[in-house]
Nanobody, 113 residues
């Protein structure tokens, strides 16, 4: 059974950091392209970053230089390190397996002083 479980969200101050985790089960994470997607309150889904099977990454402009996607194949886990957080990063963050698509349940990130 395919499952993606995100964790690591919470409240952070502007300029702070959080690390999101997405533990995968039921499939081998490294064999799929994976993405982090977010949805801010009252807004639509926004692609944040993806990582392909070769480790290549693509970031949306608003997070370049601040966020880093990585994966630990031994732990079958995807990460999103978020630094220099801004209030506009406040959103529900989802990890997404691509092709066939499968979504986690999301973890909430709030950036506020």
């Amino acid at each position: 059974q395919v499952q993606l479980v995100e964790s690591g969200g919470g409240l952070a101050q502007p300029g702070g950091s959080l690390r999101l985790s997405c533990v995968a089960s039921g499939f081998t994470l490294s064999r799929y392209a994976m993405s982090w997607v977010r949805q801010a309150p009252g807004k639509g889904l926004e692609y944040v970053v993806d990582i392909n099977t070769l480790g290549g990454t693509t970031y949306t402009d608003s997070v370049k230089g601040r966020f880093t996607i990585s994966r630990d194949n031994a732990k079958n886990t995807l990460y999103l390190q978020m630094n220099s957080l801004k209030p506009e990063d406040t959103a529900d963050y989802y990890c997404l397996r691509i092709g066939p698509d499968y979504w986690g349940q999301g973890t909430q990130v709030t950036v506020s002083s």
